[in-house]
């Protein structure tokens, strides 16, 4: 049970920073990470800077 409530803390704690990056932030990122490394804009991109902030 105790591992179960450090899982829950950790997985509380992401969560909440997540939610704390504003989307510009995550585009940027993702930008910085996916597009400028194959040099085309992808809907995979698009997907994973979506998929962050929800």
């Known amino acids: 049970l105790a591992g ?3 899982v ?3 997985l509380r704690f992401i ?3 997540l939610n704390g990056v504003p989307s510009i932030i995550w ?3 993702v930008y910085g990470l ?3 490394r ?3 804009f992808s809907t995979y991109a698009g997907g994973l800077a979506l998929g962050l902030i929800m």
């Open 4 to 6: 179960m409530a450090r």
């Open 8 to 10: 829950n803390a950790v």
């Open 15 to 17: 969560a909440d920073v």
């Open 27 to 29: 585009g940027v990122v």
């Open 34 to 36: 996916i597009v400028l």
């Open 38 to 40: 194959f040099k085309s």
